[in-house]
């Protein structure tokens, strides 16, 4: 019988496992930005003993904070999503270079599906391409023992190691053996190796042919490294698959053989050819780009691949089999039903003040997090979003295409933690170079869409601790900012007014929108009176319900039952709170000009 | 060998979704399964629809049930067990909380919500089973027990004992034990 948390077996995430695996294998030093799929990890890690975590402003300064503590001896893990790699990028592409002291781990977590991102990139492109191993587990137990293992390759081949996952790693939950926690072997102190650290050109030229020694090295060693396996079948279909496109085709064609790929680089180019050699037909499956099957034809084996499995999305054992021609039998179409989006909480403050802005005829660049759903109507106040921090430097372009007629036509839209991320050197280049764009900072005073994560400006830290929290109004008069206005996002008269004065202004203005998440901890407890609205008094005008409130709903009458309610033969229906959802936010009430919605009694 | 079986649960973001997955994961392995549970965080949890699927057997490759292929579905909300019909076949057993939450479209009055949406699944024949999880969590007192009521009504279907899901309940519950075990042992009598 499996015992479910049992001393040694539990029941864990992909994440969790990874979090175990980096406290098991002596991590002291951890740093990232949170991003899903990848958040929870440096979460339970946080958790447990004899480990420093952190949330850094953004990836590339989490992987920056990686590199010093791994070169002075510590075991080092960094965490991102795909698209944090991007911004990660510049150090990680010299940090193979320099190679560590202490092993270091980045784990890299891909989104194929765009589930909760917007692109669906693929990294395994960035192993190759900044010379760096990569490991891909297919489970949160293989998770476990990877890690534990790219530490010691980090450390025996001096590079830092890149652990892929996608979201149905990290969001999956099986059973994971787990260990007791050993330290690295590098004494933990100030090392100076200038010819190692100092990429100077002279150094890092010489440094170049060291990472071509250490790539012919670990080719040698991925073709007796476990995680690469040959699981003999039937002869006549052999499959080379990795990561989670393992267990979908173990799944589809269980007695089929298989060469699972555990180091999608370098790749196991022996074992690749003798697998390729002793099956009849050789195909490739794996989510998203080309990348395995582009190394196996380079090296003059030819394979099926990508011209039968889907390149797009997501794959599952039923995409398999069917791009390889096998009956799937007979599936139910999808039932016609209304959408059912995301949306923002009740009570959110972004509401307010993305209605508010639903008002002028201006472009608004956005930005990433929760308020990305300001695009979705009813709201519909959203004209671009491409990537963490990009909502200022968009309006500042467009304002300087536009030339005189861009005055007061653009506006950016950034959260709080974006804005730490990456919105500042935006906004200065707008103070620099004379832009007239408006920038709002929505400061909800935590990272909301991954979860709640503190950032510089919440005041604590990761791991709890009370911490220094910066002045957006401060910040942003140091960048030369001249009209710094602050207003609270429920009161949407304010925000209408102070968008107009802001918005018309001919030079750069901050409109700092400050009111908290109404997820986060204090929020919850605060006693919060709901609304309701007044039958009698509705007249269905629907002003309420243009905010999209999910407490708010419209309910439809026809004109016989509105007669038997008094009201006028016209009004087509009336708007209802639900005071289980509502918590009183008041927005809506600003809105009703028949006073029609007031806090409801006894509660 | 074990029996194996897929099950979908499905709902809208905050229903408590993913502790009812979470207790029946418990119940499947204490009871000598190999399961896997493959869940959605992130932007698709905000207010919107949500699917959890959880496989079991004697041994779980996939994380993810294919399409036509889940034995159970456990609907937390009524439309969204329409939603998920792909995943369902002619021998499905789906059990649909009889609650209706209106997603943006319906709650702005540019739709409705529609009616007698759960003919969509029995004018195929798959087997529903409507309770109203809200009525029995307010029946015995605790108004967040409706999701445990919906897995109580799920667990006759399984090769689980129900001393192993109550031993399940007093491990992972942490307040209100008694409350959540009436709201699973009203559950089960919905589909005994």
Redesign the interface.
């Known amino acids: ?2 015992q ?1 948390s049992s001393e040694n077996m539990q ?1 864990l ?1 992909g994440n969790e496992a990874i979090a175990r695996a980096a406290w098991e294998a002596g991590v002291t030093v951890a740093s990232g930005y949170p991003g ?2 990848s ?2 990890i440096l979460e339970n890690l946080s958790k447990y003993n004899d480990v420093y975590t952190e949330w850094a402003p953004n990836e590339k300064v989490g992987l920056e904070v990686g590199l010093g503590a791994s070169f002075a001896g510590a075991r080092v893990l960094v965490t991102m999503k795909h698209v944090g790699l991007n911004v990660a990028a510049d150090p990680l592409f010299t940090a193979s270079y320099t190679g560590v002291r202490g092993g270091i781990v980045i784990i890299n977590a891909d989104d194929p599906e765009m ?2 991102s917007q692109n669906e990139q693929d990294n395994r492109n960035y192993a190759f391409a900044a010379k760096l191993p990569m490991l891909e587990p297919s ?1 949160p137990a293989e998770a476990r023992l990877m890690l534990k293992k790219a530490f010691e390759i980090s450390e025996q081949f001096d590079t830092p190691v890149i652990l892929r996952t996608t ?2 790693v990290a ?5 994971v053996e787990t260990g007791e926690r050993q330290l690295g072997p590098i004494p933990v102190e100030i090392v100076k190796i200038p010819e190692k650290f100092v990429m100077l050109p002279g150094n890092a030229r010489i440094r170049r042919k060291v990472i071509a020694e250490r790539q012919e090295k670990l080719a040698n060693f991925v073709e007796s490294y476990e995680g690469n396996r040959i699981e003999w079948g039937d002869k006549k279909r052999g499959f080379i698959t990795g990561g ?1 496109s393992y ?2 085709v ?2 589809a064609f ?1 007695d089929a053989s298989v060469l699972k790929i555990g180091s999608t680089w370098p790749l196991p180019f022996d074992m690749i050819r003798d697998f390729a050699s002793q099956v009849e037909e050789l195909i490739v499956v794996e989510e998203l780009d080309p990348f395995l099957e582009t190394h196996i034809k380079a090296h003059g084996i030819p394979c099926i691949g990508k011209e039968k499995i889907p390149a797009i999305g997501e794959l ?3 995409i398999i089999k069917k791009a390889l021609g096998e009956d ?8 016609e ?9 009740p009570g959110c403050p972004h509401r307010g003040l993305f209605y508010s802005l639903s008002k002028y005829d201006v472009f608004i660049s956005g930005d990433i997090g ?1 308020y ?2 300001g695009f ?3 709201l519909s106040a959203m004209d671009s979003c491409i990537c963490m921090g990009a909502s200022i430097g968009v309006a500042h372009g467009m304002e300087k295409a536009l030339g005189e007629n861009g005055k007061g036509k653009t506006v950016a839209v950034i959260g709080d933690s974006t804005f730490l991320h990456s919105g500042i050197t935006g906004l200065t280049n707008m103070v620099y170079n004379k832009s007239a764009s408006t920038v709002i900072i929505l400061d909800n005073r935590i990272t909301a ?3 709640h994560q503190p950032n510089p400006a919440s005041g604590s830290t990761l791991m709890g601790e009370p911490a220094n929290s910066i002045a957006f109004e401060e910040l942003c008069r140091a960048l030369g900012v001249k009209h710094i206005r602050t207003v609270n996002p429920h009161e949407i008269d304010t925000c209408i007014k102070v968008l107009k004065e802001e918005i018309e202004r001919p030079e750069p203005s901050v409109i700092i929108a400050r009111a908290p998440c109404v997820l986060i901890p204090e929020e919850r407890k605060r006693k919060k009176t709901p609304l309701t609205s007044s039958l009698d008094k509705c007249t269905g005008c ?1 002003a309420c ?2 905010i ?1 409130c ?1 407490a ?3 309910v ?1 009458i026809t004109p016989e039952e509105g007669v038997k309610l008094g009201k006028k033969k016209k009004q087509k ?1 009336y708007s209802r709170i639900s005071e289980d959802l509502c918590n009183g936010c008041g927005q809506c009430r600003t809105l009703c000009k028949f006073d029609a919605i007031a806090e409801a009694e006894g509660k | 060998m074990k029996p194996s079986g897929n099950i979908l649960f499905c709902g ?2 905050g229903q408590g979704i993913l502790l009812a997955s979470e207790i029946t ?2 119940a499947l ?21 949500v699917v959890a699927h959880l496989r079991f057997g004697d041994k ?5 049930i ?4 889940a034995d159970f579905s456990v609907a937390f909300e009524t ?2 067990a ?2 998920y ?2 995943f ?2 002619k021998n499905s057993k789906v059990i649909v909380n009889m609650h209706h939450i ?13 009616d007698d ?1 759960l003919s ?1 699944l029995t004018k ?1 024949k798959i087997a529903t089973y409507r309770m109203n999880g809200f009525d029995i969590a307010k029946a015995v007192g605790e108004i967040r027990a409706a999701n445990i009521a919906l897995v109580g009504a799920l667990s006759t279907f399984l090769p689980v004992t129900d001393e192993v899901f109550l031993e399940v309940l007093k491990k992972r519950i942490p307040r209100k034990l008694d409350e959540n075990i009436a709201a699973f042992m009203q559950g089960r009598k919905v589909t005994q």
């Not at chain 2, 209106?102 to 529609?114: E, H, Q, R």
């Open positions: 019988m499996t479910v029941w995430s899903t799929p958040t929870e589930h909760s489970d979201t149905r969001h999956v939950k099986g059973m989670i267990l979908y173990k799944e269980p599952n054992s039923f799937t039998g007979e599936i139910y179409a999808p039932v039903i209304p959408p059912r989006p995301p949306n923002m909480c929760c990305t759903l979705l109507p009813p869409m991954t979860g629907t319900i243009r999209g999910p708010i709903s419209w439809p229906g | 809208v973001g994961a418990f392995l204490e009871s000598g399964y190999d399961a896997k549970k493959s869940e959605v965080h992130g932007m698709a949890q905000r207010g919107g629809s779980v490759y996939s994380p993810l294919d399409p036509g292929k439309m969204e329409v939603r019909l792909p369902l076949n209106a997603p943006p479209a319906v709650a702005t009055g540019k739709m409705t919500y529609p949406i969509e195929r």
